[in-house]
């Protein structure tokens, strides 16, 4: 399973993901699941990815292909905004979809494949996609501004109640970190360690790209704190009164 999470903020994008793939109880494997494209001063894209791993790195492979093939006229480096990259994304999944989805079918497997499309090229606004195994999209918009990919049910809440389109890139970080922190705690499947990457606006490269272990201090300080915090929110709620009450 997987948990990836991407914000689009008035200051830019933030992006955060685990790296734990799971085909059982003793496969468990790390693949990075954070993919990193930029081209200084004219654009930068991050591709987050869930889903079938097999299906997931032949759609990467075929967009990266298609940027290292000058004879390609449309590739993630060459169009103008980000709902072509978008469009470009949506075919590679279809392209495999056409390859793959019979000779899957016939061993009883899913084509199952879930990606996450942000970035900015100069001369737009940030952008952020979700697309679907059909190849489909979605754009972010004011009222629904981030995406959330495979096991996103736990680290939901903390997102609905925090985050907003006016959040700092700093703030929204500690919390898709406290989001991803609730998924671990609630699923195995989901772990360290984690890609997070953070985009400020109209600068067109990356500003930060950080691989966050076990061992590293800033989330194993929340990681202990939001614990604490919660323990003792809870502690301060009013007990209910039901057992003092007469029944009717």
Known sequence: MTYCVAMLLDTGLVFLSDSRTSAGVDQISTFRKTTV???????V???????????T??????????????????????VANLFEAARCVGEAVREVYRRDAGAL????????ASIILGGQIRGAEPRLFSIYSAGNFIEA??????FQIGESKYGKPIIDRVIRRSSSLNE???CALVSMDSTI???????LPLDLVLIKRDRYEIARHIS?????EYFRGIRNRWSEALREAFAELPDPDWLRTPTA
């Open 37 to 43: 494209l930029q081209k200084p001063g004219d654009r």
């Open 45 to 55: 894209l991050v591709l987050q990815s869930s889903g079938n791993l097999a299906i």
């Open 57 to 78: 790195q032949a759609v990467t492979s075929i967009l990266l292909e298609q940027i290292d093939t000058p004879e390609v006229k449309s590739s993630l480096f060459t």
């Open 105 to 112: 079918r016939e061993f009883g497997v899913d084509f199952n």
């Open 141 to 146: 918009t004011a009222e629904t501004s981030y």
């Open 172 to 174: 929204a970080a500690k």
């Open 185 to 191: 705690r609630s699923n195995l499947s989901v772990g």
């Open 212 to 216: 966050i272990d076990a061992d590293n």
